[in-house]
């Protein structure tokens, strides 16, 4: 019998998944290490890393603890890494706050953890070439403020719409060195972030009974999204934004 061609298999790569501690960032390392990836975690909480390291396939994984908002944290980081062939940037915060509210310094907070620190941990693994040629970027985005402006999601939404643009700028200028970048815009979807925020339970079943699928997604219903852009069944794909949102957006 002879083998079977896998497109979407991740065999012999090594990905670099931030964010890994918990929701779609943990789903996602979890989905590369089934699909044969080596997988490299990182995120600030020990305990719930490591809850995430045990939940890996294969013996060749690592993890590291660091918060990538903290120069010298994130600049360790990428030194001790080595050569990867994909990476998954999936760290994220969110905040709900009126536009007449949102001060400078609320716009710094989110904005340090979902824009700079994104684009800052790219820019130096790419720089210092950590990246080998045909590795995939994938950088977890959301439809807030890229595909739905809600009331009150003015730093939330921006600090996402900030990063699509940089999807693009990413992707035309590495794609000499034949590094794809793109990126997810995902609806809600079940994660401890959104029960930690505003909103009361009510008001979300209300939020779900908007999607034409009639459900929030689930963490997996992304990871499996990024594990097809890490691929090489996706070898012909950059600077694009995939939304996986149930419907919503749809027009």
Same mark, same amino acid.
């Given at each position: ?7 979407? +298999?991740? *065999? ?14 943990? *789903?996602? %390392?979890?989905? &590369? +290490? ?25 013996? #060749?994984?690592?993890?590291?603890? %660091?918060?990538?908002?903290?120069? *010298? ?16 940037? &999936? ?10 509210? /949102?001060?400078?310094?609320?716009? #710094? *907070? ?6 700079? /620190? ?11 070439? &950590?990246?080998?040629?045909? +590795? ?18 003015? !730093? ?8 699509? +643009? ?17 990126? !997810? &815009? ?8 959104? @029960? @930690? ?7 979300? #079943?209300?939020?779900? #009974? ?9 963490? !997996? ?9 890490? /691929?090489?069944? /996706? ?6 934004? !995939? ?6 957006? %749809?027009?």
């Amino acid at each position: 019998m002879g083998i079977t061609y896998n497109p979407f +298999s991740l *065999e012999g790569k090594t990905i670099l998944v931030t964010g890994a501690s918990s929701g779609i960032g943990k *789903e996602t %390392a979890i989905s &590369c +290490s089934k699909m044969g990836a080596s997988v490299i975690v990182t995120a600030r909480n020990q305990e719930r890393l490591q809850e995430t390291f045990n939940a890996l396939e294969g013996d #060749d994984n690592k993890q590291f603890i %660091a918060d990538l908002t903290n120069q *010298e944290e994130l600049e360790k980081l990428v030194n001790q890494v080595g050569k990867i062939d994909g990476l998954v940037l &999936c760290a994220g915060r969110s905040r709900s706050l009126p536009v007449l509210f /949102s001060t400078r310094e609320k716009f #710094d *907070e989110i904005y340090n953890v979902n824009f700079f /620190s994104p684009v800052e941990t790219l820019r130096l693994l790419a720089k210092k070439k &950590c990246l080998q040629p045909n +590795s995939s970027i994938v950088i977890l985005i959301s439809i807030g403020g890229t595909g739905r402006w809600t009331p009150g999601n003015a !730093i939330y939404g921006s600090s996402k719409a900030a990063l699509k +643009s940089m999807v693009n700028y990413f992707a035309v200028e590495l794609a000499p060195k034949r590094i794809r970048i793109n990126g !997810i &815009c995902p609806g809600m979807v079940e994660t401890p972030l959104i @029960h @930690h925020g505003t909103l009361t339970q009510e008001q979300l #079943d209300e939020d779900k #009974d908007k999607y034409p699928l009639k459900r929030y997604g689930q963490p !997996i219903d992304v990871a499996n999204g990024v594990v097809y852009l890490l /691929s090489e069944a /996706s070898s012909w794909i950059t600077g694009q934004s !995939i939304v996986i949102d149930g419907g919503l957006t %749809a027009k």
